[in-house]
């Protein structure tokens, strides 16, 4: 897949604003995953993602944030791939970072510049550095 950027849900506006001005305790995900959607996510989280055919979420850790003309920037370190497709999966349009293997929140979201239809027996890949986070 191609390179995807990413842009903050709600939820994570939400906790950054509480924990940095407000004092709320916010405790880090140990793991982040990244789910795939047929449809964006969306900031409020009302996206469909994928489901059946042998999917789950894959994890996925990111290098640490690199500052670049006022921005901090980072990407996914090593390749993340899904396993292969037991039914067709639809077009993947769209990935979410989720904070749990199933359920959980959603804390980045974004399209992918190539949506792929997944069908039997196919796999995807996003390669190490594919999928970015730029704060600005």
Same mark, same amino acid.
Not at 7 to 31: D, E, H, M, Y
Not at 55 to 64: G, P
Not at 124 to 135: S, Y
């Given at each position: 897949?191609?390179?995807? #950027?990413? @842009? /903050?849900?709600?939820?994570? /506006?939400?906790?950054?604003? !509480?924990?940095? #001005?407000?004092?709320? !305790? +916010? ?9 795939? &959607?047929?449809?964006?996510? %969306?900031?409020? *989280? ?8 042998? &999917? ?5 850790? +990111? @290098? $640490?944030?690199?500052?670049? $003309? ?8 090593? *390749?993340? @791939? +899904? =396993? ?20 959980? !929140? ?6 992918? /510049?190539? =949506?792929?239809?997944?069908?039997? !027996? *196919? %796999? #995807?890949? +996003? #390669?190490?550095?594919?999928? /970015?986070?730029? $704060?600005?």
């Amino acid at each position: 897949m191609a390179d995807v #950027l990413l @842009s /903050k849900s709600n939820w994570w /506006k939400t906790a950054c604003i !509480n924990a940095a #001005l407000r004092g709320v !305790n +916010f405790a880090s995900p140990q793991t982040l995953y990244i789910a795939l &959607y047929t449809s964006s996510p %969306t900031d409020a *989280d009302t996206g469909q993602e994928v489901s059946g055919g042998g &999917y789950v979420r894959r994890a996925v850790t +990111f @290098s $640490e944030p690199v500052i670049t $003309e006022r921005r901090a920037v980072t990407s996914s370190v090593g *390749d993340v @791939s +899904f =396993p292969i497709a037991g039914a067709d999966w639809g077009l993947v349009t769209h990935i979410g970072i989720r904070t749990a293997a199933t359920g959980g !929140n959603l804390v980045y979201h974004g399209a992918v /510049k190539t =949506p792929r239809t997944v069908q039997t !027996n *196919d %796999t #995807l890949r +996003f #390669l190490a550095g594919q999928i /970015k986070v730029d $704060e600005g």
